[in-house]
């Protein structure tokens, strides 16, 4: 008999808001070559020449912000999720979590699920798209572990469902309360990544960024393109939740000097569209199950005052899915379907 375990993994958190522990999570963050994909002597040069000696000041400042008495929120929401998965799921199976970066690690949580006993696991990226950077790191991480420690741990992976009927069902049940308030404007802002992923992503290197309205027209490079994915996640919501065309649009957040990354930018278009007549504006993070540092401090501190600073006169970011019933429901359901096809 098989003895069955879900590993859930997101992005990860500095352990405290101290500049040290800030400059070790940034270190293991940046150093990973799937987030600077950079040849290793300039990736070195980029983290411990320019971004190290000052940035952790700055992100643990942003990180003192939003600390609460239980840690960092993406951790503590993460506790929270495990503890209520494991109640909707019962004794049958055992859930575990994990951190990309930091702690909990993803080796200390496959050390203690294979102690257990547990021959096979369900990983769980908590990342509705695929990028290099998020969903293809942590798949590649706990494989690298598992090889390591117990090759013969059987291995499931939630695939990137950025555009399935349930997930999309799960966002706007957050959001319904939300969309239920006056508003003029509803941004959806994805965190931001280089164009030049999307081409790396494109195995035909003939289609992102090449063809025109790339994201839209039917291709299999749609498969590992991050950009047509926010876009599916996008239409899909707009059609679920009747929205008006001209009350929506997309932006991303989050991005490093040097090279063109997605736009528009958020905070670019959170100064703009003020301008533009919109007063009372509504932010939501697909890309974010969970509210951490990129929504509750860029969006919800720096990006409201950057909207009100600029003559809007609302502004609130609905919240991540983060422990939302709607959200352990959507995850339960994934869970058991795996369950029902490994006891076939």
């Not at 500049?19 to 070790?24: A, F, I, Q």
């Not at 013969?152 to 957050?174: K, N, S, W």
């Not at 404007?185 to 030049?196: A, D, N, T, V, W």
């Amino acid at each position: 008999m098989h003895k069955r375990a879900v590993l859930v993994v997101n992005l990860g958190s500095p352990d405290s808001t101290s500049v040290p522990d800030v400059r070790r999570y940034l270190r293991e963050f940046l150093g990973d070559e799937r987030v600077l994909d950079l040849p290793a002597p300039l990736r070195f040069l980029l983290l411990e020449g320019i971004i190290l000696p000052t940035r952790p000041k700055r992100t643990a400042h942003a990180y003192s912000k939003i600390w609460t008495r239980e840690g960092s929120p993406l951790v503590a929401t993460s506790v929270s999720v495990r503890r209520k998965l494991a109640e909707a799921l019962g004794p049958g199976v055992q859930v575990h979590i994990a951190m990309r970066y930091g702690n909990p690690s993803i080796a200390s949580a496959l050390a203690a699920l294979i102690a257990d006993g547990c021959t096979e696991v369900l990983l769980f990226p908590q990342y509705p798209h695929y990028a290099m950077a998020s969903w293809e790191t942590v798949v590649a991480r706990v494989y690298e572990e598992a090889a390591s420690q117990a090759p013969a741990l059987r291995i499931r992976c939630v695939q990137p469902f950025f555009g399935d009927a349930d997930y999309i069902e799960m966002l706007h049940t957050v959001a319904a309360p939300f969309l239920a308030k006056p508003y003029d404007h509803l941004l959806f802002s994805y965190h931001g990544i280089p164009e030049r992923h999307l081409r790396k992503a494109d195995s035909s290197h003939a289609h992102c960024t090449v063809v025109a309205d790339c994201c839209t027209t039917c291709s299999p490079a749609h498969a590992t393109c991050y950009r047509a994915q926010c876009v599916r996640t996008t239409s899909e919501f707009a059609r679920r939740a009747g929205l008006d065309p001209a009350k929506y649009s997309m932006s991303y957040q989050s991005r490093l000097a040097g090279e063109p990354w997605l736009q528009p930018f958020t905070d670019f278009e959170l100064a703009r569209l003020p301008k533009a007549g919109v007063r009372r504006l509504l932010v939501v993070c697909p890309s974010f199950l969970a509210d951490c540092l990129e929504t509750l401090e860029e969006i919800s501190m720096a990006g409201r005052d950057t909207f009100l600073t600029a003559g809007g006169e609302y502004f609130e970011k609905i919240m991540c899915p983060n422990d939302h019933p709607a959200f352990i429901d959507f995850l339960a359901n994934r869970v058991q379907k795996w369950l029902n096809s490994a006891a076939l």
